[in-house]
């Protein structure tokens, strides 16, 4: 039942926040913030109990899960309510409650009308993203995809930042919508393809799984366009080029809660369903799609790098960046090998910390200056030391200062491209020395130069540097005493190889 608790606790919290946000908006936020942590326990607990079962290397290809809840929903459609956690989904659902305070501690300034829908909405987006953490039944799965899309498109249109707003809310939910449409498309028929080949109807992913991994598959079935609609679904919400539009203008519109979640959990979403269901179900269609994909991760990392150089907007240069560290992301999966994988996940959680810290601070630089134009921003560093100093240290941590999380991460991507193809490897590290220039533009912009910005723009203040310290303390933790986050990786992915010797060879740079 602690799984199901998981789901409730931040669903109760965004109900309690909405009624007791007219009284009083401080404790509404506590009151939040401590169910929160009480499902930050629960975490811990559920880890602690399943340690012997994270962290070992699978010895069987089917997935599985270290703790499970499985209960009768439609058995008629072979539909239950599986909910399942293994290292992975308990490394993301704590990035999720992290990520939750964190948007709830930087939201004092996004709602003064309406706060208590506000608070709901947050709520909801974290339920939602922590049921599809959750999820080990494919309808659940899409359902919970489904939920936490709403509440973040009434986010963007109702607080975002400017009259553009509800177009960039319109343009989040159609990408989003349609492309989860096409995966329930693929969900249906993997779901028939099972059926036709055993003769049992299930939607659960331990029997697909079962089934995938076994061999048997009929040659007629179209795998590769099923996990084609998996993709398109997983593809959008990691913005990747060409399916990146909607992202820069939500991260812009979103309010600074809003642009939190979305960066730090939303795009998790769509990396984790990748991970999940691609080493579950598609490890061969993984290697036959491998280099249009790697091709996409070059370019989605030097898309994001060169326009992020390119803006003045704060926020879009964050929102750009972050696309260009999902290009990282997507080289690590479909390299197709433990290396590559195991970065994926540490850049998965690295950049949750430290986008959303770029957030925060974009969002309290936007409140005290009215304006998110880099050029307007010039010695705040004389006026603004604390938030000056945290801005600095994550656009370095950005940019992949060795001992951070991002650092480890692409390096170990990197080296496992490396095994499969030089070229996109160089490529991708080309991409590497763009992130030195929009980081270093920003900090000289921001923080140091003539100064601009007038005598009394106000410092972080106590609350504001807890948060940001607490977050510096964690990438840290990511690139430093990586130990539980690799253990966590291995046993995430059953059917990917070791990293010895050429998985798949894209450029004929591969080494044997």
């Known amino acids: 039942m602690i799984l199901l608790y998981l789901i409730l606790l931040p669903f109760v919290a965004g109900i309690i926040g909405m009624i007791v946000a007219p009284r009083s908006r401080v404790w509404a936020r506590a009151i939040m913030v401590a169910f ?25 290809p089917v997935l599985s899960y270290a703790v499970q809840l499985d209960a009768a929903w439609i058995p008629q459609l072979g539909i239950s309510f599986h909910l ?62 489904e939920l936490m899309i709403v509440p973040m498109y009434f986010m963007i249109s109702i607080w975002g930042g400017t009259e553009k707003r509800q177009q960039a809310a319109i343009k989040f939910f159609l990408f989003t919508q349609a492309s989860g449409l096409l995966m329930l498309l693929a969900m249906l028929g993997l779901y028939i393809a099972h059926g036709s080949a055993t003769g049992t109807y299930t939607f659960d992913v331990v029997a697909l799984s079962a089934w995938t991994s076994s061999g048997t598959i009929p040659a007629g079935i179209p795998m590769v366009l099923i996990f084609a609609g998996f993709l398109a679904a997983f593809g959008v919400k990691l913005a990747v080029v060409p399916f990146h539009s909607w992202a820069p203008d939500a991260y812009a519109e979103a309010p600074t809660a809003g642009s939190i979640l ?136 950005a940019l992949g200062l060795p001992g951070s999380g991002n650092f480890l991460g692409e390096f170990l991507v990197l080296a496992g491209t490396f095994r499969v193809s030089v070229l996109a490897a160089v490529l991708g590290a080309i991409g590497s020395i763009f992130s030195l220039v929009y980081a270093l533009r920003a900090i000289h912009r921001m923080f140091d130069g003539p100064r601009i910005v007038p005598e009394s723009v106000p410092d972080f203040n106590i609350r504001e540097s807890i948060v940001t310290g607490a977050l510096v303390v964690l990438v840290l933790w990511v690139g430093l005493m990586p130990a539980t986050i690799l253990s966590a990786a291995r046993s995430a992915a059953p059917n990917v190889p070791e990293a010895t010797g050429t998985v798949i060879n894209t450029t004929g740079g591969g080494n044997g």
Request: aromatic residues 12%; without cysteine.
């Open 36 to 60: 929160l942590a009480v499902a930050g326990v629960l975490v811990a607990m559920v880890a602690i109990s399943a340690a012997g079962q994270i962290g070992s290397r699978p010895q069987s």
């Open 84 to 145: 399942g956690a293994d290292g992975l989904t308990l490394l993301l659902l704590g990035l999720t409650v992290v990520l939750g305070i964190v948007a709830l501690l930087s939201s004092f300034n996004d709602a003064r009308e309406n706060d208590g829908l506000y608070l709901f909405n947050i709520g909801l987006v974290i339920a939602g993203v922590t049921g599809v953490f959750l999820s080990a039944d494919l309808i659940l799965f899409f359902l919970f995809w």
């Open 262 to 397: 979305l960066s730090g959990l939303l795009l998790k979403s769509g990396a984790y369903g990748l991970l999940r269901f691609s080493s579950a179900f598609f490890a061969s269609e993984v290697k036959t799609l491998a280099p249009l994909f790697m091709v996409l991760g070059v370019i989605t990392i030097l898309y994001g790098s060169i326009l992020a150089i390119r803006q003045d907007d704060l926020k879009r240069i964050v929102a750009y960046s972050s696309i260009g560290h999902m290009g990282f992301v997507i080289l690590g999966l479909f390299s197709w090998n433990s290396l590559g994988y195991s970065g994926a996940i540490i850049i998965m959680m690295s950049h949750g910390f430290t986008t959303s810290a770029l957030f925060l601070i974009s969002g309290a630089v936007g409140d005290r200056l009215k304006t998110r134009d880099i050029m307007q921003m010039g010695g705040m560093r004389a006026v603004a030391p604390r938030l000056a100093g945290f801005g600095t240290a994550f656009w370095v941590f």
